[in-house]
């Protein structure tokens, strides 16, 4: 039974893989200015309200729609997406974005990884026989554990990478890659 659940176990994965990295380790090295701690402290607040209150609508949204199976792996995708959008522009500093307009993506963040959430226990719910529901519940779960413990190891290494590359101290690990302080 458990390998059978592996369609909602990924998804569950992949979204709380990227967006605990986001949070943990991208978040953390966006500031307007980069150098300053307090800028860097403030945008990673605000980001986080904004991916909260994306969480907490979409969530609120379990019981209006159902979504299918296709959906639930194309939010995670776009989930990883954001990792990389959100990379970029931490990295470059010179998007149009890199303002506090970074808060609007930091919303659909939120509004991905709940909705991944709810509806992948809904479809369990709904998908499979009342007998197995509790354990199918119980071993999804594991998924959400697992991608945040992956998130945070990722995470750590996306802050470092990043603070390499704007000249920051405080990074808790090195950046395996190899980055001039300023340059890409």
């Keep these: 039974l458990v390998l059978s659940l592996y369609p909602y176990m990924i998804p569950l994965v992949c979204v709380y893989a990227a967006e605990y990295a986001l949070q943990a380790g991208v978040w953390t090295a966006i500031g307007f200015p980069i150098t300053s701690p307090k800028a860097r402290n403030q945008f990673y607040t605000y980001s986080n309200w904004m991916y909260q209150f994306g969480v907490f609508v979409s969530r609120s949204s379990g019981t209006l729609l159902e979504t299918p199976m296709w959906a639930l792996w194309l939010m995670s995708a776009l989930q990883c997406v954001n990792v990389w959008f959100f990379w970029i522009v931490a990295a470059d500093q010179v998007s149009v974005l890199y303002n506090n307009l970074l808060l609007i993506p ?45 998130a ?22 090195s950046c395996p890659a190899s980055f001039s302080a300023g340059r890409l």
């Excluded at 939120?110 to 719910?125: M, Q």
């Excluded at 190891?153 to 690990?173: K, N």
């Design 106 to 150: 930091a919303f659909y963040v939120g509004l991905l990884g709940g909705a991944v959430y709810v509806h992948s226990f809904t479809r369990i719910c709904s998908d499979l026989p009342l007998p197995y529901r509790e354990f199918a519940l119980s071993a999804t779960s594991v998924g959400e554990g697992f991608g945040i413990v992956v």
């Design 152 to 173: 945070d190891v990722i995470g750590l290494f996306l802050q470092a990478c990043l603070y390499q590359i704007h000249g920051l101290e405080g990074a808790v690990v």
